[in-house]
């Protein structure tokens, strides 16, 4: 594929633990986003980077944050999960314009 | 911010009838619009997008979507529906959010049941 992977493909935690998930990427591109899928509600975006260490908040960001320490890797930190994060997450890359989406495979997480 | 609507979350068509799924979304400049298919328990796959070009897209699978500016539309289209094609499929729009960055907006979605 276009080279983005998600790690892990699935995880089963337990509330109130804290979980990052990983987005990598071999592309080079410069803008990165995190989106959670949930029945009934489409994807939404939580975070969003558009450099290494530039971050900004989406729609759904509460309870979330992210880094981005080089342009590879994007991570996601559930801070203390709770079990209305119980999710499919998926990672996206975009270079130039506005047209470029590339999404990852997904990781589902389920918070018990 | 941008929105997007889909008409619809649930569909269901025969066999061989046509298959329309509705999208309408704001936007007080021309957009960047996709449509995606997610089977299940599968990522999104791109079946088509429009940047400024051509009204109709023709996108894989046998789909097109024609772009109306003056009704804020972006339906997608497939003459006759196959087995195949049930999956749900996500209407989304690339809104520019400043410092050169865009974000992509979905549609919560529409699940298409093809009835043989």
């Known amino acids: 594929d276009a080279g983005i992977t998600q790690s892990p493909r699935h995880k089963v935690t337990e509330t109130g633990t804290p979980v990052t998930l990983r987005c990598h990427q071999t592309e080079n591109h410069r803008y990165m986003y995190w989106y959670r899928q949930d029945p009934g509600h489409g994807l939404r975006l939580i975070h969003y980077s558009y450099g290494v260490k530039d971050t900004d908040k989406g729609e759904v960001s509460d309870g979330y944050s992210v880094s981005r320490s080089k342009t590879e890797d994007f991570l996601l930190t559930l801070e203390s999960a709770t079990s209305s994060q119980t999710s499919v997450y998926f990672c996206?890359?975009?270079?130039?314009?506005?047209?470029?989406?590339?999404f990852g495979s997904g990781t589902r997480l389920t918070v018990v | 911010a941008q929105s997007v609507t889909q008409l619809g979350s649930h569909v269901s068509v025969s066999e061989g009838a046509l298959v329309l799924l509705r999208c309408n979304y704001s936007s007080s400049v021309p957009p960047y619009l996709f449509w995606y298919v997610q089977y299940p328990n599968q990522g999104l796959q791109l079946l088509l997008k429009?940047?400024?070009?051509?009204?109709l897209v023709k996108g894989i699978n046998g789909f097109e979507a024609e772009f109306k500016k003056s009704e804020t539309s972006f339906h997608l289209t497939k003459p006759s529906a196959h087995m195949s094609d049930a999956a749900e499929y996500f209407c989304?729009?690339?809104?520019?959010?400043?410092?050169?960055?865009?974000?992509?907006?979905f549609g919560k979605g529409t699940k298409l049941s093809v009835i043989p």
């Open positions: 996206a890359i975009r270079g130039v314009g506005a047209d470029g989406y590339t």
């Open positions: 989304a729009v690339s809104d520019y959010s400043g410092a050169g960055s865009y974000q992509l907006t």
């Open positions: 429009y940047t400024s070009a051509a009204t």
